[in-house]
């Protein structure tokens, strides 16, 4: 730079413009639903668009990924592909900072999931069964669903009973 000679913009003031720029990553806000509610999340979250939590309508969901398990379960009788959204990239999306994330039901029922499951098990927040969406009678909207086949250990009473269904909260802890 030549003294006495100042730079037409600051790097303070590109610095602010270059803030005021919209930013389209959810690395930085949430947006907001244009649907009824599928989701809630609150706890030890950093991003939120709804008060003090982050709430999800189905589209959202979906804008996160997508993957699919194909699985044996207790619950049906043939294996079940199970379609939906990793449930890391739902902690990322809100900036999860816990150790645990606590699934209520609509029936009220809760389970604990520590944390590192979710990417050592690549745990499924699935939305559809077999390609069908699961409606609120039969286990959805949402399911929470381990790869049981892929692990022996996941086909246990503990594994199982962190697979819950209709769930409609996440608390993270």
């Known amino acids: 730079m030549i003294a006495g ?12 413009l270059l803030g005021l720029l919209p930013v389209r990553s959810w690395a930085r806000e949430l947006p907001g639903r244009t649907q009824p509610a ?9 991003r939120r668009n709804e008060g003090d939590r982050a709430v999800f309508d189905r589209p959202m969901l979906h804008a996160l990924g997508s993957a699919s398990i194909t699985t044996q379960t207790p619950w049906y009788d043939a294996p079940v592909r199970f379609d939906g959204v990793p ?17 209520i039901a609509l029936n009220d029922y809760s ?3 520590p944390m590192p499951d979710l990417t050592r098990f690549d745990v499924l927040l699935a939305t559809h069964r077999n390609g ?14 381990y790869p ?3 692990n022996p250990v996941l086909r246990s009473p503990l594994y199982y009973g962190r697979s819950a269904w209709s769930v409609s909260q996440l608390i993270v802890r």
């Open 132 to 145: 069908v969406p699961m409606p609120a009678n039969d286990r959805g909207p949402l399911f929470i669903v």
């Open 87 to 103: 449930l890391a990239s739902v902690m990322e999306a809100v900036g999860a900072a816990g150790t645990t994330v606590t699934a």
């Open 111 to 113: 389970t604990d999931i």
């Open 5 to 16: 000679v100042q730079p037409r913009i600051g790097r303070r003031r590109l610095g602010l």
């Open 148 to 150: 049981y086949d892929a």
């Open 38 to 46: 599928i989701l809630t999340v609150s706890g030890r979250i950093r």
